[in-house]
Protein backbone atom coordinates (compact mmCIF):
# COMPACT_ATOMS: atom_id res chain seq x y z
CA UNK A 1 0.00 0.00 0.00
CA UNK A 2 1.61 3.61 -1.16
CA UNK A 3 2.38 5.82 1.69
CA UNK A 4 0.00 8.31 0.68
CA UNK A 5 -3.04 5.64 0.70
CA UNK A 6 -2.02 4.97 4.36
CA UNK A 7 -2.34 8.33 5.13
CA UNK A 8 -5.47 9.08 3.55
CA UNK A 9 -7.32 5.95 4.93
CA UNK A 10 -5.79 6.84 8.84
CA UNK A 11 -7.05 10.45 8.25
CA UNK A 12 -10.38 8.84 7.32
CA UNK A 13 -10.42 6.63 10.57
CA UNK A 14 -10.24 9.44 12.55
CA UNK A 15 -12.72 11.46 11.60
CA UNK A 16 -14.63 8.72 11.61
CA UNK A 17 -13.96 7.76 15.23
CA UNK A 18 -14.53 11.80 16.07
CA UNK A 19 -17.62 11.77 14.00
CA UNK A 20 -18.99 8.40 15.85
CA UNK A 21 -18.23 9.28 19.23
CA UNK A 22 -20.58 11.40 20.94
CA UNK A 23 -23.04 8.16 19.53
CA UNK A 24 -20.50 5.88 21.45
CA UNK A 25 -21.23 8.25 24.55
CA UNK A 26 -24.86 7.84 24.33
CA UNK A 27 -24.72 3.97 23.58
CA UNK A 28 -22.30 3.63 26.52
CA UNK A 29 -24.45 5.83 28.66
CA UNK A 30 -27.55 4.20 28.10
CA UNK A 31 -27.01 1.25 29.61
CA UNK A 32 -26.09 3.25 33.26
CA UNK A 33 -27.99 4.33 35.91
CA UNK A 34 -27.90 8.13 37.23
CA UNK A 35 -24.75 7.86 39.67
CA UNK A 36 -22.58 5.62 36.93
CA UNK A 37 -23.15 8.25 34.56
CA UNK A 38 -21.96 11.22 36.99
CA UNK A 39 -19.04 8.35 37.93
CA UNK A 40 -18.05 7.41 34.31
CA UNK A 41 -19.60 9.00 31.92
CA UNK A 42 -17.32 8.66 28.84
CA UNK A 43 -17.10 4.51 28.38
CA UNK A 44 -19.24 1.17 29.32
CA UNK A 45 -19.05 0.67 32.58
CA UNK A 46 -20.47 -2.40 35.13
CA UNK A 47 -23.13 -3.56 36.10
CA UNK A 48 -24.87 -2.61 32.70
CA UNK A 49 -28.94 -1.84 33.51
CA UNK A 50 -30.84 -3.22 30.55
CA UNK A 51 -33.95 -2.46 32.15
CA UNK A 52 -33.52 1.11 30.81
CA UNK A 53 -34.27 -0.06 27.54
CA UNK A 54 -37.54 -1.41 28.48
CA UNK A 55 -39.09 1.71 30.65
CA UNK A 56 -37.99 3.81 27.67
CA UNK A 57 -39.54 1.59 25.23
CA UNK A 58 -42.76 1.07 27.11
CA UNK A 59 -43.14 5.15 26.79
CA UNK A 60 -42.34 5.92 23.03
CA UNK A 61 -42.89 2.69 21.14
CA UNK A 62 -46.75 4.36 20.21
CA UNK A 63 -44.97 7.12 19.07
CA UNK A 64 -42.49 5.18 16.74
CA UNK A 65 -45.22 3.88 14.90
CA UNK A 66 -46.76 7.23 14.31
CA UNK A 67 -43.01 8.08 13.15
CA UNK A 68 -43.58 5.01 10.95
CA UNK A 69 -46.97 5.53 9.37
CA UNK A 70 -46.35 9.36 9.06
CA UNK A 71 -42.80 9.04 7.59
CA UNK A 72 -44.18 5.97 5.10
CA UNK A 73 -47.02 8.09 3.78
CA UNK A 74 -45.16 11.37 3.35
CA UNK A 75 -42.53 9.43 1.40
CA UNK A 76 -44.99 7.68 -0.60
CA UNK A 77 -46.57 11.03 -2.05
CA UNK A 78 -42.82 12.65 -2.17
CA UNK A 79 -42.10 9.95 -4.57
CA UNK A 80 -45.46 10.10 -6.53
CA UNK A 81 -45.67 13.46 -7.04
CA UNK A 82 -42.13 13.73 -7.45
CA UNK A 83 -41.67 10.89 -10.42
CA UNK A 84 -44.56 12.07 -12.71
CA UNK A 85 -43.51 15.67 -12.86
CA UNK A 86 -39.98 14.85 -13.46
CA UNK A 87 -41.32 12.09 -16.19
CA UNK A 88 -43.40 14.83 -17.77
CA UNK A 89 -40.36 17.55 -18.10
CA UNK A 90 -38.18 14.71 -19.16
CA UNK A 91 -40.55 13.10 -21.79
CA UNK A 92 -42.86 15.99 -23.40
CA UNK A 93 -42.37 19.37 -24.65
CA UNK A 94 -45.47 21.90 -23.97
CA UNK A 95 -45.24 25.74 -23.36
CA UNK A 96 -43.63 27.19 -20.15
CA UNK A 97 -42.13 23.70 -19.63
CA UNK A 98 -39.19 25.42 -18.65
CA UNK A 99 -40.55 28.41 -16.08
CA UNK A 100 -42.46 25.77 -14.28
CA UNK A 101 -39.23 23.51 -13.91
CA UNK A 102 -37.71 26.77 -12.57
CA UNK A 103 -41.02 27.75 -10.24
CA UNK A 104 -40.48 23.97 -9.01
CA UNK A 105 -36.68 24.36 -8.05
CA UNK A 106 -36.66 28.11 -6.86
CA UNK A 107 -38.96 26.33 -3.94
CA UNK A 108 -35.99 24.87 -2.49
CA UNK A 109 -34.62 28.77 -1.68
CA UNK A 110 -37.29 29.24 0.31
CA UNK A 111 -36.63 28.37 4.05
CA UNK A 112 -39.34 26.56 6.12
CA UNK A 113 -39.94 29.39 8.46
CA UNK A 114 -41.50 31.38 5.98
CA UNK A 115 -44.30 29.31 5.63
CA UNK A 116 -44.81 27.52 8.41
CA UNK A 117 -47.68 29.66 9.82
CA UNK A 118 -49.43 29.40 6.20
CA UNK A 119 -48.66 25.59 6.40
CA UNK A 120 -50.55 24.99 9.46
CA UNK A 121 -53.31 27.82 8.74
CA UNK A 122 -54.31 25.45 5.53
CA UNK A 123 -53.85 22.71 7.72
CA UNK A 124 -55.97 23.78 10.33
CA UNK A 125 -58.60 24.46 7.90
CA UNK A 126 -58.91 21.23 6.26
CA UNK A 127 -59.55 19.66 9.66
CA UNK A 128 -56.09 17.87 9.43
CA UNK A 129 -55.18 19.36 13.04
CA UNK A 130 -53.47 16.63 15.00
CA UNK A 131 -53.70 13.89 12.58
CA UNK A 132 -51.48 11.00 10.37
CA UNK A 133 -52.01 13.38 7.19
CA UNK A 134 -51.49 16.55 8.92
CA UNK A 135 -47.90 15.89 9.49
CA UNK A 136 -46.71 14.20 6.42
CA UNK A 137 -48.43 16.04 3.66
CA UNK A 138 -46.85 19.85 4.18
CA UNK A 139 -43.26 18.53 4.73
CA UNK A 140 -43.96 15.78 1.68
CA UNK A 141 -44.48 18.49 -0.27
CA UNK A 142 -41.87 20.61 0.58
CA UNK A 143 -39.34 17.81 -0.23
CA UNK A 144 -41.15 17.12 -3.83
CA UNK A 145 -38.77 20.02 -5.15
CA UNK A 146 -35.76 18.05 -4.16
CA UNK A 147 -36.91 14.88 -5.96
CA UNK A 148 -38.28 16.66 -9.36
CA UNK A 149 -34.73 18.01 -9.74
CA UNK A 150 -32.45 14.74 -8.69
CA UNK A 151 -35.57 12.42 -11.06
CA UNK A 152 -35.61 14.82 -13.96
CA UNK A 153 -32.10 14.44 -14.44
CA UNK A 154 -31.81 11.23 -14.02
CA UNK A 155 -35.04 10.41 -16.29
CA UNK A 156 -33.70 12.69 -19.32
CA UNK A 157 -30.16 9.84 -18.66
CA UNK A 158 -32.04 7.25 -19.96
CA UNK A 159 -31.49 5.77 -23.37
CA UNK A 160 -34.07 7.65 -25.85
CA UNK A 161 -33.93 4.39 -27.59
CA UNK A 162 -36.11 2.31 -24.64
CA UNK A 163 -38.52 4.78 -25.25
CA UNK A 164 -38.58 4.70 -29.10
CA UNK A 165 -39.09 0.95 -29.03
CA UNK A 166 -41.69 0.96 -26.24
CA UNK A 167 -43.40 3.39 -28.06
CA UNK A 168 -43.08 1.41 -31.61
CA UNK A 169 -44.59 -1.47 -29.70
CA UNK A 170 -47.69 0.58 -28.56
CA UNK A 171 -47.26 1.98 -25.59
CA UNK A 172 -48.41 4.76 -23.82
CA UNK A 173 -47.31 6.97 -21.36
CA UNK A 174 -48.88 5.23 -18.09
CA UNK A 175 -46.98 2.03 -19.80
CA UNK A 176 -43.84 3.41 -20.67
CA UNK A 177 -43.53 5.06 -16.63
CA UNK A 178 -44.68 2.08 -15.08
CA UNK A 179 -42.76 -0.54 -16.84
CA UNK A 180 -39.83 0.59 -18.24
CA UNK A 181 -38.49 3.83 -16.46
CA UNK A 182 -39.20 3.52 -12.71
CA UNK A 183 -37.74 0.01 -12.87
CA UNK A 184 -34.45 1.62 -13.98
CA UNK A 185 -34.97 4.38 -11.61
CA UNK A 186 -34.51 2.49 -8.38
CA UNK A 187 -30.99 3.98 -7.62
CA UNK A 188 -32.87 7.62 -8.05
CA UNK A 189 -36.28 6.61 -6.22
CA UNK A 190 -34.09 4.89 -3.34
CA UNK A 191 -32.19 8.58 -2.48
CA UNK A 192 -35.02 10.39 -2.66
CA UNK A 193 -36.84 8.34 -0.44
CA UNK A 194 -33.92 8.23 2.50
CA UNK A 195 -33.46 12.29 1.70
CA UNK A 196 -37.10 12.71 2.11
CA UNK A 197 -37.75 10.53 4.77
CA UNK A 198 -35.15 11.33 7.05
CA UNK A 199 -35.56 15.10 7.01
CA UNK A 200 -39.79 13.60 7.95
CA UNK A 201 -38.59 11.78 10.69
CA UNK A 202 -36.73 14.64 12.26
CA UNK A 203 -39.02 17.54 11.32
CA UNK A 204 -39.41 18.30 14.98
CA UNK A 205 -41.09 21.87 14.43
CA UNK A 206 -43.62 20.94 12.38
CA UNK A 207 -44.76 18.18 14.79
CA UNK A 208 -44.57 20.29 17.38
CA UNK A 209 -46.75 23.15 15.86
CA UNK A 210 -49.50 20.79 14.49
CA UNK A 211 -49.57 17.92 16.92
CA UNK A 212 -51.02 18.23 20.48
CA UNK A 213 -51.88 15.82 23.27
CA UNK A 214 -50.73 12.01 22.70
CA UNK A 215 -53.05 10.91 20.16
CA UNK A 216 -50.83 11.26 17.10
CA UNK A 217 -47.40 12.19 18.80
CA UNK A 218 -44.36 11.24 17.01
CA UNK A 219 -41.04 9.77 18.25
CA UNK A 220 -39.38 12.78 17.73
CA UNK A 221 -41.67 15.27 20.21
CA UNK A 222 -41.61 11.91 22.40
CA UNK A 223 -38.41 11.50 23.38
CA UNK A 224 -38.06 15.04 24.84
CA UNK A 225 -40.19 13.63 27.68
CA UNK A 226 -39.28 10.64 28.31
CA UNK A 227 -39.18 10.45 32.42
CA UNK A 228 -36.85 7.85 34.53
CA UNK A 229 -36.56 6.69 37.68
CA UNK A 230 -34.45 8.51 40.37
CA UNK A 231 -32.20 5.42 39.78
CA UNK A 232 -32.54 5.52 36.21
CA UNK A 233 -32.27 8.83 35.69
CA UNK A 234 -30.93 10.02 32.35
CA UNK A 235 -29.89 6.55 31.21
CA UNK A 236 -33.44 6.46 30.72
CA UNK A 237 -33.87 8.90 28.51
CA UNK A 238 -30.44 7.92 26.64
CA UNK A 239 -32.02 4.75 25.75
CA UNK A 240 -34.69 6.03 24.46
CA UNK A 241 -32.68 8.23 21.79
CA UNK A 242 -30.87 4.92 21.14
CA UNK A 243 -34.40 3.29 20.43
CA UNK A 244 -35.56 6.31 18.47
CA UNK A 245 -32.63 6.00 15.97
CA UNK A 246 -32.66 2.24 15.35
CA UNK A 247 -35.34 2.42 12.22
CA UNK A 248 -33.44 5.32 10.70
CA UNK A 249 -30.09 3.29 11.23
CA UNK A 250 -32.20 -0.01 9.12
CA UNK A 251 -33.18 2.03 6.83
CA UNK A 252 -30.02 4.01 5.62
CA UNK A 253 -28.01 1.05 6.24
CA UNK A 254 -30.19 -1.51 3.89
CA UNK A 255 -30.42 1.04 1.19
CA UNK A 256 -26.74 2.43 1.20
CA UNK A 257 -25.72 1.30 -2.11
CA UNK A 258 -28.28 2.41 -4.21
CA UNK A 259 -28.62 5.69 -2.45
CA UNK A 260 -24.76 6.68 -3.04
CA UNK A 261 -25.34 5.22 -6.65
CA UNK A 262 -28.35 7.58 -7.33
CA UNK A 263 -27.18 10.89 -5.91
CA UNK A 264 -23.95 10.28 -8.49
CA UNK A 265 -26.75 9.26 -11.33
CA UNK A 266 -28.97 12.35 -10.31
CA UNK A 267 -26.33 14.68 -9.77
CA UNK A 268 -24.85 14.54 -13.25
CA UNK A 269 -26.50 13.51 -16.75
CA UNK A 270 -25.98 10.58 -18.62
Known sequence: MKKGNIGINVA???????????????????????????????????????????????????????????????VLVTLLASSTAAYSFARHAYPFKNFFYGVIVMLLMIPGFVILVPQFINIKNM?????IIGQALPPAASYTAMGVMLMRTFFEGISKSLYEAAEMEGAKD???????????????????????????????????????????KPVIIAITTIMGSINGGDGVKLAGYIIAAVPLLILFFAATKPFVSGLTQGAVKG
Not at 40 to 53: C, E, G, L, R, V
Not at 127 to 131: I, L, Q, V
Not at 180 to 186: M, N, Q, R
Open 12 to 74: ALLIFAVAMYPFFVMLAGSFKYQMQLFRNPWFFSAPFHFDNYAVAFGQISKPIANSVIVTGIG
Open 174 to 216: FRIFAGIVLPLSKPILATVAIMSGLQIWNNFVWSLVVTTGDKV
Open 127 to 131: GMYNT
